[in-house]
Each structure stands twice: as C-alpha cells, then as structure tokens.
C-alpha cells in the first residue's frame, strides 16, 4: 500500500502550518499529513485545490497542479496530462471548485497520479460531502 494511502493522505499533501478538519496529530509522517479516514483526506485535497482558486488566483488543471506538485520535485507536465486526460478536462480549462462533477475526477486521477492506484470513488464522494459540509 502507498505511503498516501496508509496515511490517508491520497493526495499527499505535505506537513504545513495549515490545518485540516480530520488531520491527526500530531502526524506519525514527518513529510506528509495523516487523516482520520480517506474521506478526510479527500477533502482536504477539495479544501486545497479550492484555496489555490480563491486565495492564489489559480484557475486551471495546469496551473493548480504546477503548484500541487512543482517541477523542481516531479514530473509536472507528465502530472497535468495525466490529470486532464482521466477527467475530460482541458489542462487550460478553467475549473469551477465548487462543482461536484467537476471536482471528484479531479480529485480521484490525482489520488491515481500520487498512489498509481484508481481512487475509491466512494471515498472521493464522502469527501465531498464532507467539503459541502465544511
């Protein structure tokens, strides 16, 4: 099982300052976030890539994912293919992250990208209902 996964971290969203609904600490990971349960985690990829919208002005599968993963650390043009072919979405498309339809593929083909195993959509949906809920 990936490191992700173990910790409930599908999109392996590094240790910070921020702190999330669900995150358990302190960590066991000193690199990356645990959560309580998948579901947590899902939406704290939701929670993120919305404040990447709202607070830094990034609109796009391209630009969310080039901060998300930077090309100093990983493959990030591979990264953005992989995303936007798995959801259908145009690497330059404008996202609207409040947008079930939209935001689940994109949150499962980054879980994929960062695991190399498909989402479980289930958890990725609880996720998001968490994310609704706040």
Same mark, same amino acid.
């Given at each position: 099982? $990936?490191?992700?996964?173990?910790?409930?971290?599908?999109?392996? &969203?590094?240790? $910070?300052?921020?702190?999330?609904?669900?995150?358990?600490?302190?960590?066991?990971?000193?690199?990356?976030?645990?959560?309580? $349960?998948?579901?947590?985690?899902?939406?704290?990829?939701?929670?993120?890539?919305?404040?990447?919208? +709202?607070?830094?002005?990034?609109?796009? &599968?391209?630009?969310?994912?080039?901060?998300?993963?930077?090309?100093?650390?990983?493959? +990030?043009?591979?990264? &953005?293919?992989?995303?936007?072919?798995? +959801?259908?979405?145009?690497?330059?498309?404008?996202?609207?992250?409040?947008?079930?339809? +939209?935001?689940?593929?994109?949150?499962?083909? &980054? $879980?994929?990208?960062?695991?190399?195993?498909?989402?479980?959509?289930?958890?990725?949906?609880?996720?998001?209902?968490?994310?609704?809920?706040?």
């Amino acid at each position: 099982m $990936s490191r992700g996964l173990r910790n409930c971290n599908p999109g392996n &969203i590094r240790q $910070s300052k921020g702190r999330y609904k669900g995150e358990v600490r302190p960590s066991r990971d000193p690199a990356f976030k645990q959560f309580e $349960s998948l579901a947590w985690g899902y939406r704290a990829i939701f929670v993120l890539l919305d404040t990447y919208r +709202t607070r830094h002005g990034l609109r796009t &599968i391209a630009q969310m994912i080039t901060r998300w993963a930077p090309p100093v650390e990983n493959r +990030t043009d591979a990264y &953005i293919r992989a995303v936007a072919e798995s +959801t259908g979405i145009g690497p330059d498309e404008p996202l609207n992250t409040h947008d079930r339809k +939209t935001m689940v593929p994109v949150a499962a083909a &980054i $879980s994929r990208v960062e695991n190399g195993v498909a989402a479980d959509l289930r958890e990725v949906e609880k996720g998001w209902e968490l994310f609704e809920g706040n």
